[in-house]
């Protein structure tokens, strides 16, 4: 048969054919409802002062902290300023700053466009929350639980279904339940590194299946920090290596804490898949934190191992008191105090995290 015989039924297949790959192509996909709301759970990464509301030690509802908050208020948060789930929710467009459900002046419609359950010093591990009395994940979630109540009542099952469907969870532990479990643990009264990591995403995997059964479906699970460098993290190496001066991360630790982020990856992407219609993704803190660690003068940070409360080598919390010393300029630090992160670091931290996931969510 004549070869150009076939060129018209050719031309016609693929004029048949183009609508359906254009369907196809992602640069074609149907774009993402607009975030509607944003909610955390976790420690202090994303505590912005629910725990000003229990009793507890681990508060940071004082000077020095918040000396970088609109008003310089000491919020509850543990830095100087904001944290990443409020950079976050003002970029999403949502509201300036994510509240603490348990502060008693945030009002019931506000519940619709976010808070944070999360409550500094807890962890994945309940035994975590005990040794700091401090909220663990289950209180966290039956909280939730109530949050869910009261904006049913407020505008229906409907329209919260809605908001809990296109709303973005963020999660965010682990980094107590290593520091207090494992790295100052007694000598034998524990099984292993990796087979603890695996417990802890074990608590991931059963809180994000509780999410997806709520009606969420946009989730994000932090990972871990470079341990190691956490200021408190040096000192205690340097004490034990009777080198005081010397003042370096501890690799170590940060090797674990590379390992479990891998874990959690491979467990984001299976709950992914599992999930129907989720997305369950990594949020990876560790990467920026330790380039800010290696390349300060990029992000015009000069001081990287030493908090600025008090020395910089063991105050955080309670330790860090309105009569402690500050450094002149915060913006230079990386650490606010022994173990959080400066709001110049969450600034970084949030940006990271916008570019690598805001066109996935």
């Given at each position: 048969m004549n070869s150009h015989h076939y060129k018209p039924i050719l031309l016609t297949f693929l004029i048949t054919l183009l609508p359906l790959l254009q369907l196809l192509s992602p640069t074609n996909a149907l774009p993402s409802p607009p975030i509607t709301a944003l909610y955390a759970f976790g420690d202090s990464t994303v505590d912005p002062?629910?725990?000003?509301?229990?009793?507890?030690?681990?508060?940071s509802n004082h000077p020095p902290y918040g000396k970088s908050f609109p008003a310089?208020?000491?919020?509850?948060?543990?830095?100087?300023?904001?944290?990443?789930?409020?950079?976050?929710v003002s970029s999403f467009g949502i509201k300036p700053t994510l509240p603490a459900y348990l502060n008693p002046?945030?009002?019931?419609?506000?519940?619709?466009?976010?808070?944070?359950f999360a409550s500094a010093g807890s962890g994945l591990d309940d035994h975590t929350a005990m040794l700091s009395l401090t909220l663990n994940m289950d209180r966290q979630w039956r909280y939730f639980e109530e949050a869910v109540r009261k904006m049913k009542s407020l505008v229906g099952e409907l329209e919260t279904d809605r908001v809990?469907?296109?709303?973005?969870?963020?999660?965010?532990?682990?980094?107590?339940?290593?520091t207090n479990n494992v790295y100052t643990r007694a000598p034998g009264s524990f099984i292993s590194v990796s087979n603890y990591q695996d417990f802890l995403l074990s608590k991931v995997e059963t809180f994000v299946q509780r999410l997806y059964n709520a009606g969420a479906r946009r989730i994000t699970v932090a990972g871990l920090p470079p341990i190691g460098c956490l200021p408190v993290q040096v000192t205690v190496a340097s004490f034990t290596s009777r080198n005081f001066h010397r003042r370096t991360c501890t690799k170590p630790q940060n090797a674990d804490s590379r390992v479990y982020n891998q874990k959690l990856q491979s467990l984001t992407f299976r709950l992914s898949q599992r999930l129907r219609g989720s997305k369950v993704l990594y949020l990876d803190i560790y990467s920026p934190l330790i380039d800010m660690i290696n390349y300060p003068r990029k992000y015009g940070i000069e001081e990287t191992l030493r908090g600025c409360c008090g020395t910089g080598f063991l105050e955080a919390g309670p330790l860090c008191q309105p009569t402690s010393r500050t450094c002149d300029d915060v913006s230079k630090y990386l650490f606010f105090d022994s173990v959080h992160p400066s709001q110049k670091a969450y600034s970084v931290v949030a940006s990271f995290a916008l570019r690598n996931l805001l066109p996935r969510l």
């Open positions: 002062g629910n725990n000003n509301y229990i009793p507890t030690l681990f508060k310089q208020l000491s919020t509850g948060r543990f830095s100087d300023g904001k944290l990443a789930t409020d950079f976050l002046s945030v009002k019931p419609f506000e519940l619709l466009t976010g808070v944070s809990i469907r296109n709303a973005v969870f963020v999660i965010s532990a682990g980094t107590n339940d290593m």
